[in-house]
């Protein structure tokens, strides 16, 4: 075993650090990226989540209004203007119509 000189201890004892160092702004960097993963994850499922609500409000409504217009339908084939004319102007009404034309 060859005896090291002062300087060399010294300079094995940096470049030791310097090694410890780059593994531990590796392992920062490593959490870091992590974290900024699952927080990306996190906000896609939340867009996600919104997307599908406002897609399915939207599927609704569509699905409200094709019912009023078979409703509406309905009563213009009955002949029942008084009916139709009520249920423009009457929500109550025109839901009672809907249930009891098996529309809902």
């Known amino acids: 075993m060859s005896a090291m000189t002062g300087d060399e201890v010294f300079e094995k004892s940096i470049e030791n650090t310097k090694i410890k160092e780059a593994h531990y ?3 920062v960097i490593h959490a870091m990226i992590d974290e900024g ?4 994850i996190q906000e896609g ?4 989540i919104q997307q599908g ?5 939207q599927k609704g409504k ?3 209004i094709n019912l009023v217009s078979r409703l509406y339908e309905i009563l213009l084939n009955e002949g029942s203007m008084d009916k139709l004319k009520r249920a423009t102007k009457d ?8 249930k ?3 529309l809902i």
């Open 25 to 27: 702004m590796c392992n």
């Open 62 to 64: 569509l699905e409200g």
């Open 100 to 102: 009891e034309y098996h």
């Open 45 to 48: 499922i939340q867009r996600g």
């Open 53 to 57: 609500i406002q897609e399915d409000i």
């Open 37 to 40: 993963f699952e927080r990306g």
């Open 91 to 98: 929500e109550a009404y025109r839901y009672e119509l809907l």
